[in-house]
């Protein structure tokens, strides 16, 4: 990353492990702050193979048994690794109807994701990919992480109903999230999203970064 971008990102506030930490799990650990910026994933119902992922929820079961927050980075590191960058291939083989394929449907979650930008959030980079959906965000104060992703899945699931003329879930209840901690990290994510498309051999209408990669 050259020095003028290194500068940009300064502008970004990061995680901050001295300040409080609002920790919530589910299946997955969810971790807030005040200010900051975050990645996040959500996907599409019937994105993942059942049976890979039952066997990975009791090996991430296990894990976090024996790993009890909060977290040293190797610790990060290595749920990461485990578990975040496995479902993440799996996403990217392409399981399920994908239907996100379908540009007119992709731009529903385009639209979504950009409602509210400038005004509950700041958006930096996302990518809607055939079954899952990749962001980079900082929500403004007073407005809560899980209440803007809410609107956004809650709005494109009825929009794609309607649109496809189906029933039932959309999207999978549970969102990947993760506060960005440094500079460097908020580069690579955003490069992350940004080449996802290329990575994974697709082709997708909407991708965006509104940071400066190269």
């Given at each position: ?5 290194l ?16 920790i ?20 599409l ?30 610790q990060?590191q ?14 990217d ?54 209440k ?21 879930e959309?999207?999978?209840h ?19 999203i ?6 994974a ?6 991708v965006?970064s ?5």
């Amino acid at each position: 990353m050259q020095t003028s971008q290194l500068n940009l990102f300064d502008d970004f506030t990061y995680f901050d492990p001295r300040a409080d930490i609002d920790i919530s799990r589910r299946n997955l650990p969810h971790w807030r702050q005040e200010g900051r910026t975050y990645f996040v994933t959500f996907r599409l119902h019937d994105s993942q193979p059942q049976e890979k992922l039952a066997a990975l929820k009791k090996a991430r079961g296990e894990w976090l048994d024996n790993h009890p927050e909060p977290w040293v980075p190797e610790q990060r590191q290595e749920y990461r690794e485990l578990f975040s960058e496995k479902i993440q291939q799996w996403l990217d083989a392409g399981h399920g109807s994908c239907i996100l394929r379908d540009p007119s449907l992709s731009q529903i979650v385009a639209s979504a994701l950009n409602h509210f930008d400038d005004q509950r959030y700041d958006l930096v980079a996302w990518v809607v990919m055939p079954n899952h959906v990749h962001v980079l965000l900082t929500p403004r104060p007073g407005f809560d992480l899980g209440k803007i992703l809410h609107s956004w899945k809650s709005f494109s699931a009825h929009e794609i109903n309607k649109m496809t003329g189906r029933e039932g879930e959309v999207w999978q209840h549970e969102t990947y999230d993760h506060i960005v901690r440094d500079p460097d990290s908020l580069w690579h994510f955003a490069k992350y999203i940004v080449d996802n498309p290329r990575q994974a051999g697709v082709q997708v209408d909407q991708v965006e970064s509104r940071i400066k990669l190269t």
